[in-house]
């Protein structure tokens, strides 16, 4: 359930007008990463990328302080950190090897991993039309990526490892958040991918030129508002209308990879975004209305 479902009123045209905002936001991480180019290996910039980020965990730096982890939090905390970090890793390698919208379109199988991860590893239920929207969503997958009518990259190969990761990493924030206050999941998340990176980083040490490091503090700057302005849109409407505005990412990201990059736009790529995103769409609708039937139920004593 969003902030808004549990508080009143929605406002769902502000909730849209912020998911706007996010996904321009998004997307223009994705066109910065592009633009920076190959030059210095995926590793180090993800690791640049999260260290010259540090600088917005500052407001979050007392209630991290405030709060007293166990044992316990430290290593899913610290799991959390590896995991997402070898995520970044291969997305910023698939984003100097596919087009943006290929990149984008598949970053929407995260939530439908999450869905299989919650069912086999949290216990939740799958019901047959939730499993039935996974199966659209992977068939999805499948248009765009057409093995065996077309090569199959690496960098297609790297965003499907990342929508693992990712959905993994979301699965431990899902356990963390019951633990922990929200501002301490988001800074740890910040540190622990910094310290997870370095070694991978250092590994592959390539000196940054002063551009480079602009280019990527503006990623992270762009990052954060839209993490920040997505917050903004969950707080304002239920996700059941701020999810399907999401799809318009995939519609920028296809006329900005065309227009600033010469990425011929493929409708392959579109329709199997939307499988996914109709899917994705779905789950999220479902969700919704269980928790919503669960809190009424709740309410009235049944």
């Known amino acids: 359930m969003s902030v808004a479902e549990g508080q009143a009123p929605a406002r769902p045209l502000a909730g849209v007008a912020w998911m706007l905002v996010t996904g321009a936001l998004f997307v223009g991480v994705t066109a910065v990463v592009k633009h920076a180019g190959g030059r210095i290996p995926a590793a180090e910039s993800a690791f640049l990328r999260y260290l010259l980020g540090l600088v917005f965990l500052i407001p979050m730096l007392r209630p991290m302080l405030r709060t007293r982890l166990t044992p316990r939090d ?61 199966g659209v969503a992977l068939l999805g997958a499948l248009v765009i990526l057409r093995p065996g009518f077309r090569e199959v990259s690496d960098g297609h190969l790297a965003m499907l490892g990342t929508a693992v990761l990712f ?60 993490h920040y302005t997505m917050t903004l849109a969950f707080a304002a409407a239920p996700v059941t209308v701020t999810q399907p505005v999401t799809f318009l990412q995939l519609v920028w990201a296809t006329i900005l990879g065309w227009a600033a ?31 919503r039937r669960a809190a009424r139920e709740a309410q009235s004593g049944v």
Do not use: C
């Not at 698939?94 to 929407?108: Q, S």
């Not at 990059?261 to 790529?269: H, L, T, Y």
């Open 74 to 134: 430290w290593g899913l905390f610290s799991l959390r950190g590896l995991v997402h970090a070898l995520g970044v890793i291969l997305w910023f390698f698939a984003m100097t090897r596919i087009p943006i919208a290929e990149v984008t379109a598949m970053n929407y199988l995260s939530p439908v991993y999450v869905s299989i991860g919650a069912a086999l590893l949290l216990g939740e239920t799958l019901a047959r039309r939730r499993l039935t929207a996974v």
């Open 167 to 226: 959905a993994g990493s979301y699965l431990i924030a899902k356990v963390m958040s019951g633990r922990v206050p929200p501002s301490v999941v988001v800074g740890m998340l910040s540190l622990t991918v910094t310290i997870g990176l370095a070694p991978f980083a250092f590994a592959v040490w390539v000196p940054p030129t002063g551009e480079e490091l602009a280019w990527l503090f503006l990623v992270a700057a762009l990052a954060t508002g839209g």
């Open 261 to 291: 990059f010469g990425e011929e736009p493929d409708a392959f790529v579109i329709a199997g975004g939307m499988m996914i995103l109709g899917a994705v769409s779905f789950i999220t609708f479902r969700e919704a209305q269980l928790k």
